[in-house]
């Protein structure tokens, strides 16, 4: 049966194809190719097959759709998540399609096409029998990775829910990074961690009976495909496709896969995070 599409739906098909792919930038029209900036050491969203050494992930599958939309080739690179941004502003790269947080500070050199929604979350060791609400947290060490926003959300929670209510700041432990802060969470050098909300699920199966979360995430962020902001015109044709993934059920079936469909995005928005 595969091959075997009605031929008004292929029309249909190539007919989007082409507009969205009449709104890209010359440049990108004339190589034929997106190159793309992807970091994979963040499961579910990026990360490469144990079994084969290849990337995969929500972001990689999400990736390689839009550009099937956009009637380009795509063209992955790995780029250390510090060198994401200087990267995209100067050119080496297209697009950052990496799980990267929009925030505000970020959108003064990047324009972000928001495609999901996360927040932080504190998670333990599941023997750590002290530490089973938030509030619990108060006084104790807590490891992020200092690459992240996670480290000042942390610090403005604390002020507000332990030192406001005459309890001991949380120690916020700035990390190399999500898997440091793992390695020091089962060393005991730090008494609780905290991860995008995201990446939780998949931890757990990866490490059973080992973790659990801590509460609620302690906030909402939204999950962004970096452009250039020199680039406006490719920002909108990402848009645009993703939008049609997401009103024709593609977008959900990527994310159902990943079992991460509770942070779905109904409409695609620019720049909404903060």
């Not at 080496?92 to 003064?108: C, N």
């Given at each position: 049966m595969k091959n075997l599409l009605i031929p008004a739906v292929v029309a249909g098909l190539m007919a989007s194809s082409v507009t969205w792919a009449a709104e890209l930038p010359a440049s990108i029209k004339a190589k034929g190719e997106i190159v793309v900036a992807i970091m994979p050491n963040y499961p579910p969203m990026d990360f490469k097959d144990p079994a084969t050494n290849t990337l995969t992930g929500l972001d990689y599958d999400l990736g390689n759709a839009l550009a099937e939309r956009l009637g380009v080739k795509i063209k992955w690179q790995e780029t250390g998540f510090e060198q994401m941004i200087?990267?995209?502003?100067?050119?080496?790269?297209?697009?950052?399609?990496?799980?990267?947080?929009?925030?505000?500070?970020?959108?003064?050199?990047?324009?972000?096409?928001?495609?999901?929604?996360?927040?932080?979350?504190?998670?333990?060791?599941?023997?750590n029998k002290d530490t089973n609400e938030i509030a619990d947290l108060c006084g104790k060490k807590v490891g992020t990775s200092r690459r992240t926003t996670f480290p000042a959300e942390i610090a403005e929670w604390s002020k507000a829910n332990c030192e406001a209510k005459g309890k001991p700041a949380i120690n916020v432990i700035g990390t190399e990074g999500s898997a440091d802060a793992r390695a020091q969470l089962r060393q005991s050098r730090i008494d609780a961690a905290m991860q995008g909300s995201e990446t939780l699920s998949y931890l757990k199966t990866q490490e059973k009976d080992t973790y659990k979360t801590v509460g609620q995430?302690?906030?909402?962020?939204?999950?962004?495909?970096?452009?250039?902001?020199?680039?406006?015109?490719?920002?909108?044709?990402?848009?645009?496709?993703?939008?049609?993934?997401?009103?024709?059920?593609?977008?959900?079936?990527?994310?159902?896969?990943?079992?991460?469909e509770l942070g779905a995005i109904k409409t695609v928005t620019i720049n909404a995070g903060k």
């Open positions: 200087n990267a995209l502003t100067t050119d080496r790269v297209d697009v950052v399609l990496s799980g990267m947080t929009d925030t505000a500070e970020r959108q003064q050199s990047v324009t972000f096409v928001d495609y999901f929604t996360s927040g932080p979350q504190f998670y333990t060791l599941q023997k995430p302690i906030s909402v962020q939204f999950s962004g495909l970096g452009v250039s902001k020199k680039k406006p015109e490719l920002s909108e044709a990402v848009k645009v496709a993703l939008q049609s993934m997401v009103d024709d059920g593609s977008y959900q079936a990527i994310l159902k896969k990943w079992d991460l």
